[in-house]
Every structure is written in structure tokens, then in C-alpha cells.
């Protein structure tokens, strides 16, 4: 049995205006975050995640990772050093400029540490290579943490200097395969974002410093976000707010404006990178030439962060259920109550036991075991960190049959809240975890 | 069912004396992960983990979480970039010295790509804290990449400049709580080690840099080893050489040579780094103290270089069964043979099938589908990247009923081979794994 008295959550209250060691507050995720215990700052823009913190990113990591490899995207690990001269050769280290964090070795070689890999993939495939046109095309990934020297780091995790990223390469021999495996790669994404149930919208983007023919940015709306776009009454179709249009370009509706948070983006990059860096394959016949490129990014530190901006209110955590904490938590009675008297810790116990044995949630319950406090306090604290299930055995579990106060937290309707019996309960629970079920395989 | 045409494996052959590009080939491991196709050097002491490697890596990080957690210990991430005055207030950056990689931001703040993680969790403590004495103790980790300038980066995965480590840090009130914490951690230690079948010993070592009272580190016998151990004939207690005796502390019998390579470090560390960074508690009565630290530490990809060096010979790799990059691999008929003829790829399913039905197997069983190479060449190349183990669908797969060779590469005697039925075959596998799981348990 996991208890929570057992966790590393150091819960703060943070004043207003008050002046925080490392950070201002600018957002609410970031407060949140902070005062919950989940997120320390260890330093401009560097953060530690705590215990609670580092499980959802687990979680999100697995996300991620099953559906990324759906694609045939094969994992590996690319050391964040960097070689400068890689970037001196496509000529990016002068565009960036600032923002790469650089350092030179005991042997006064120069290394930036790397915000993005296009140029190690592409000399990774000059070192193997020439590959066979048999051997593309090829995708590869790896989720690692990147470096950004931001001038003013903000907004907690949304905009940090070290932060947690999925990255994943293509390698073609034409721009139609490219085509093809970034189509995959939209499939994939947008089966992600389905299990998180953001909304997310790809809009066509501009290719910035990355260069290349197609790019899309992934923008989550939330009323915090920096960016805007334009998002279709009828169709939904969206595009950045930048291309300006009061119209939708693909059915004529009126369009609204949302303010976003970019989440990923994607590119068909062509030869930038592999020319420059002699990435080559043999075709069937005729000499060898560049690979094709393409290349996507999700900030997954970022993405979590962003969709506790989209969900949560300026009191209360809300995460998508499939990366909270923990799915649900158990509130006992308080020490000295009638109820403890005459259950005692085992009612839970067996509550808890009975809650596990349903599939997806066997490792995923917490039992909240600070029975020197009021039920009242515990539930308020529950509420605010987000679990999306919290089960309170309270006086009602002296019943016949026992009954359970079951707050609901991530619908529609702020924390629902019902009474249930055990089998009312985990019919709920079941039926809740088979609407997941079924919203992930459309 | 995964193929092995779909993985990214750029094998090649090194001639003797060859120059390398961004490499010396020193060590077997590092000739044989490169030559396999597994890891690539991107620069000295810098490398990208390939599909396979990464495959093994993954299954090393998954038996460590899982041991590491039996003591309570709770997953968290720091950042590797580290600001310079934690480390100036510890006295290590002058220590230390340019083993450390540092650098500044475009602020000109001093950071550094921290080796270790003490200084930061004593400053997430002070931040935190004081703690209540009810906190403690305390056990926290990560499993991250971390940072050494080594002078002269060697052997591959043995001694990179950013390497893939686990770090445990544990904070208490007393040291004789910390010598539970330390116990409690080398029986972890013991675990991971007995699950790898590894011979891993425990040597009282000294402190070094990192301060303390107590010390152990766990060293792996290998002929390639820089350090050397004294381990007894009779009760196999360890020390290190360095301690030079010739027969045993314990039970004074004889002890022998061996050379070895350090795997592990356990320290007790005291108020070394409580003490200046303030990271206090408050005991039960009295004014608040510094915590009692200790730390612990396990090279992850040296670990599984280090496996490698003892478990290899120099013309084959042999892995630890449970992180091999695949359990098994399947070797079908080759394209044109009589067998292809009557039984086609048809039955490599069938038998991928069924293999993959025995617990444990299900997601870990390769086909090497390259059909136009002879079985004799794949088979070499099978055995050369070490499956533990190999079945080959040849001749005998056409008697009644069908029969395979079966290569266990990992066994004292090399590649036995055995036919074997189909339910002889998962006869075979399913003692095999009952034996592991065993052994496990122990």
C-alpha cells in the first residue's frame, strides 16, 4: 500500500508578492507546482522534480514512447555534449547565437550542450554510412533532456534552460517517403494528444532557423499561452494568428482566436543538414546523394506543464487522468473518530486492496494516512494537487452496506461528487477506465 | 514480430591497428559494442547508444529502479547543470578540479555539469527544510547522465565523459540510522547484482573527495581491469589491493589476485555537505542539526560495459541474461533452400508464436528475417553479438516431428548446442527462466 505520509512533498504557501529563492511566479501551473510540492527551482530556468512530478513525467514518458513507436521509430540515446564544429558546418551555431549554452573541454575544444540533435543525427549517418536505399527509410527517437540558454527563463517548467524532450529523426530518399513517415508521425502525435484529451491543433508553420519545406507547430490552447491562433467555428481547422485571417481558409466559416502554448512541431527539413554534413545513401543505381531529413520535437516537461495550464483553475491542479500522480487517493477517517474507532486503518486496507484489483489502477492508488488530520484538510489538499478520483471514508462507511463520498475531479462539472457503496464504486471506476479505453482507440 | 532487417545495427569489421575516427579501441567491450553495431563514438569519450544497446541499457535501468526501490527509495530528477557557488561553499570545485566540465551562462554565471549530486540535494533540503525529525529518513534517487572532463577518456563505455549513472542520496538523523539506510542499500546493491549473476564483491575503500566515515566500492572481477582486489580462497571476503595482504582478515586463509573493475561506490557521508549548505532537521527536542548523509552511486552503462569485459571473449560479446538486448533470436531457412521451399516464413511464425507465449519472452524474441544470407553467417553473427539464446530452423526443421538447434551462449561450457522439439525447445526455456527467477529470489 502506497502512503502518502511516505512522500517527499514539501507543501509551501507561497504569500502574495512574496519574493521566491530562484524564481518569480508567472504562472499558475508553476505555483502550483510549487506550493503542492512537486517542483523545486534549483536556479534560474533548473528545476527539480520531486517525487509526485517525476511519476506523471514517467508516465507521460511511456505515453510518449508507445506511441512514437508506433511509427517503426527505434530508440537511442545521443549525448547532449556536442561537438561545435557539427553546428560550425551548417552554420546554425551563429544563427542561434546566445541561446546554446557552450562550454569548452580541459582540452579547450569547444562543445555546446544540445538544444536539438539534426546535426549529430545527420553526422551519425555520414559515420555509418553510405546507407543502402533498402536501409530508409529510417526513424529513430530518443527522449533526453535539452539546453536552452533562455534570456529570461519563465513561467516554470513552460520555459526552462534544462528541460525534458522527445525528439525523433527521419532519413529518406525522397520527399514523397519523407511525406509518408510524417504523415505517420501526425498519426502518432495526434493518438497521443487523443489520450491526453488536449486539444491540440497542428497549424502550418513557418521553418525558422530549423529550415526545410513543411512545418507544423502543435499548439494546446490555454489562456495563459504566449502564441494565438485562429481556430475555425465549423471545421475547427486552425492556423497561427500571424497568417492573420478572419475566415477559414478550408470551409469559409468565421474563425475565433485562442491563445496557445506550442507543444511540438514538426518539419520536412530536405538536405539542410545531411548535405552539408555528407549524410549520404545509395540509390538503386546512379551515384550516392543526400539523405532527405525530417525531424520532430514534443517538450515533454513543457506538454505536462501546458496542459495543467489548460486544465487547472487558479486554485486546483487538474491533470489529464492518464498522467496524474496517482489515478485515485483514499482519505481514512480521523484518529479518534467514531469511524476509527470502529474501522480502524483495515477498512481502508481492504478499500484499497478491492480498488487495485481493478485493471490499470494496481499500482496507480494512494492511501492518504495522515490520520492526525481532519478529513476536511486532507480532501482540500487532495482537491488542489488534482487526483482525478479521491475516495473519502468518512461517517457513511458505517452503513450497512458501508459508503464512500466519491469526488470526481477531472470532468466537466468542477469535482462531482456522489455517494457509493464498494460495488457502486468500482462500477464507476471501471466504467470511467473503459471511456479512457475507448477514447484512446479512436 | 520484430525483425531484425527493421533495426538499426551499422555492423562493421575493424582491421587490426586500425585508426578509429573520434577513437582508440582499447578494450574488448568497446571493439565488440562497435563492431556489432551497438554504440558509435561521436567524440572522445562521447557515444550514441544504437537501437540494441539502448534496448539493454533500458532493461539495466528497469532491474536497478526496481531494486533501488525496495529500500523506499523515491524517484526524483536534478538538473545536471549546477550553479558553481553550491560547490565553491563544499570546497569541491578546488578538489575536484578539471575533472569538472564548467561553463558559463550568457549572464556569466559560473555552472557545471555536475559528476555527483550532493551539494544540490543538501541545497534542496536547506530549501526545503528544516525537516521535522519524523521526515527522516529519507531516501531519494535518480537515474541521469552525468559529467567528468576525464583527461584521457578510455575503453569505451568504461571511462566516457557523459555516462549514464544512478545516484541515491539518503538523509538522517543519526549515523546509526544511516547505517541502516547503508545496509538496507547494500542488500539492494546485492539484489541487482545476484539478478545480473554478476560476482560483484563489497570492498572497504577509502573516501576520497567525497568526505564521510564509511565507504565501500563494488568491484567486478575482469581481466581488463584497472583496479585489483584480494579475495579469499575460503569465505570470498573481499579488499582492495591497495590494503596489500595476503591472507584474510576474517577467517585467515589465503586470498588471491584479481583484477577488477569498480562498479559501484557507497558512502556515509556525514554533515560534510549538511553542515555548509545548511540542511537541517529538527530533532524531537532541541535546536535543529544537520542531516546525517549518505550517498550511493552505480555506473549504469559502465555496469553493462563492465559485464561485458567479464562475460565476453574477445571474439564474441556475453551478456547477463536478463539485459541482453533480446533473450532470443530465431534464425529462419535460408531464401532458396529446400526447407524454404516446403516450410517458407510461415513456420518461423509459428514458432515466434509459441516462444513468445512463455512468461518473460512475450516482448523479447527476434527473427532474423535476412533470408539471403546463409543460416551458417547469421548464425555467426548471432553468436558474435551474444543471444543467449539462438534457435536455428534448418534441415531438421523438415523430420516429423519438426526439430531446431538450440545455441545457449550463456551457459560455463560455450554455446552448447542441443536439437530440440518444439516442446522440448520451450521445455528448455521455461526451466531456464524458472532457474532465473530462482536465482532471483534468493
Redesign the interface.
Known sequence: MKRLS???Q?I?TIPKNAKI?NTDITSKSQKLLLEC?LV?P??SG??????LA??S??KLENLIKNCIETT?A??????????ANLWEKTGRIADIG?EL???K??HDKQ?L?APTHEE?IA??LA??GPLSYK?LP?I?YQI??K?R?E?RPKHGLLRA??FLMLDAYGAHTSLDCAHTTYQRMTAAYQRLFDQLHLPVYQVRAPSGDMGGSVSHEWQLPAASGEDQIHVCVSCSQASLASESQKSCQACGANTKVLSSIEVGHTFILGTKYSDPLGAHYVPSSGPSEPVIMSCYGIGVTRLLASSLEALSTDKALRWPRAIAPYSLIIIGPKEGSKEWSALGENHVHQLHEAICRLPGLDNDVLVDDRHQMTIGKRLMMADRLGYPTIVVCGKAALDSPPRYEVYQTNTEVDATVRMATLDELLDLLSNGHDKDIAANKQ
Do not use: C, M, W
Not at 533548473?46 to 517525487?51: A, K, N, S
Open positions: 511516505q512522500i517527499f514539501p509551501i529563492k510540492g523545486r534549483t536556479s533548473l528545476f527539480t522534480l520531486l517525487p517525476r511519476r513525467v514517467d517503426g527505434q530508440r537511442i540515446s545521443l549525448p547532449a555534449l556536442t561537438p546566445p549554452v557552450t562550454l573541454d580541459r562543445y550542450l549529430t553526422d551519425l559515420d555509418v536501409q529510417l529513430v533526453s533532456n539546453y540558454d534570456h534552460r534544462e
